[in-house]
Nanobody, 122 residues
């Protein structure tokens, strides 16, 4: 079992920044991939960014490329999502998740955090 706890969400004006954190505990592995996903009201959960615990294999959704940065800190078992130039359409619940293989698909991720709300006002 892997436990994931996200934090750092909140309310921010358009153009502002937030940094989300995801702390992992339990049966973590250096071979796992950590992903960030988001789900807006009435929409499906969508991929945002992914990284491995070595800090590599990074990929972003086109909608956040150039604005969001994912990073990992092995020593703290923590993955971060730095979100800059936020837009109202970034409003969603943001989840971190763990996968045992390279993927951007929701179905590939077996462990999920509880989510943290990000609201961007115009």
């Amino acid at each position: 079992q892997v436990q994931l706890v996200e934090s750092g969400g909140g309310l921010v004006q358009a153009g502002g920044s937030l940094r989300l954190s995801c702390v992992a505990s339990g049966r973590t592995s250096s071979s796992y991939f950590m992903g960030w996903f988001r789900q807006a009201p009435g929409k499906e959960r969508e991929f945002v960014a992914r990284i491995n615990w070595s800090g590599g294999s990074i990929i972003y959704a086109d909608s956040v490329k150039g604005r969001f940065t994912i990073s990992s800190d092995n020593a703290k078992n923590t993955v971060y999502l730095q979100m800059n130039s936020l837009k109202p359409e970034d409003t969603a619940v943001y989840y971190c998740a763990v996968a045992a293989r390279w993927s951007t698909s929701v179905t590939a991720y077996g462990y999920w955090g509880q989510g943290t709300q990000v609201t961007v006002s115009s």
